[in-house]
């Protein structure tokens, strides 16, 4: 059994000149096999940079092309693979995008295993132990209160237990922020957990300690990305002295960063992508380190239902983590790129039964937005 053919894509739906807020474009990746099975992967980064190391002609044995790399390999291989992909692409690689082009394949080499073996990927990673997951809502909030509230009361409305919100410019303006949350809270009253995202717009331990002590009142439950992700010793004072958990490290690529955040900041939950911290590997490694350091786990994740559907995998198999995050983004490379999504009712999302990480690709959603 020998891969045959790599074919990364990169999906936009607005113009390359127009700026995208999050979720209108995506790093996808197919990896063909001489059996005529495909695997399917992605990764939430930059698409084009993605691309390029794909498209990478050889330099020399330390600076090689993905595709060269995988082309010809048992895609069963899976360790093997990893190791050779690492030390080729050492001179671009290490951390950052050259981690998020491998977890796309390492998600994609788990899809096809688990269609080589029949089974779905939660089974091959240890065990099927649950077909609910937990869900949380996540969306960007306008700056039309009226927007928000209407969005927090149908997503209570529809039986979520925890919201969270942040992004576009949630964090920078105290005056704003604060009519934000308030709004939202009066929406949901004291029936949906609320968090908050800052995307590291708190800038500093001071800094955030007095944002929080304005919107303490509204009785928040965890605090995400407060300032930057390689602050950590601001994250440790936050974690010490605000009576609200602090959580992050989406911002995170490789196991020895995933280790030094988790040993020194302190935080309630850690936050790793799939996508991003080197797929199903690495997640299983990062799950014993939160075990072993006494965190919560949840994975972050706002792209496409690829993303969601690996991270349910993952989670299906823990023993202990069963929270997923749910975008209620509305690109259709959240709601149309996967024509068997994953359904959700009541505060839950079930897992899909297919094998591999269970996504068929919508080939007219593919078409439309490739670049
Ligand atoms: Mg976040």
Redesign the pocket.
Known sequence: MKISKVEPIHLRVKALNEPCEWGEDAFILRIYTDTGLVGVGESDSAPAVLKAMFLQADTHSSCLGLSKILIGQDPRYIKKIMEDLLEGSAYYGISGAAICALSAINIALYDLLGKIYGVNVSVILGAKRRDYLKAYATFIPSKDLKENEKKAKELKASGFKLIKF?GASFGSDSKSDKEIIKSIRNAVLDDVKLSI?L?SLWRNYSYAKQRYEEIKEFNIEWI??PVAATNTQDYARLSDNLDCKITGG?SFYTEDEFLNFIKKSKVSIVQPDITRCGGFSSILAIEQMALKYGCDLVP?GFSTRILLAATACFLASSKNYDLIEYSQSTSPLFTDLVSNPMQYSDGYLKLNDGLGIGVELNEEVIKKYRI
């Open positions: 942040g995202d995307v995400e990305e989406e972050h």
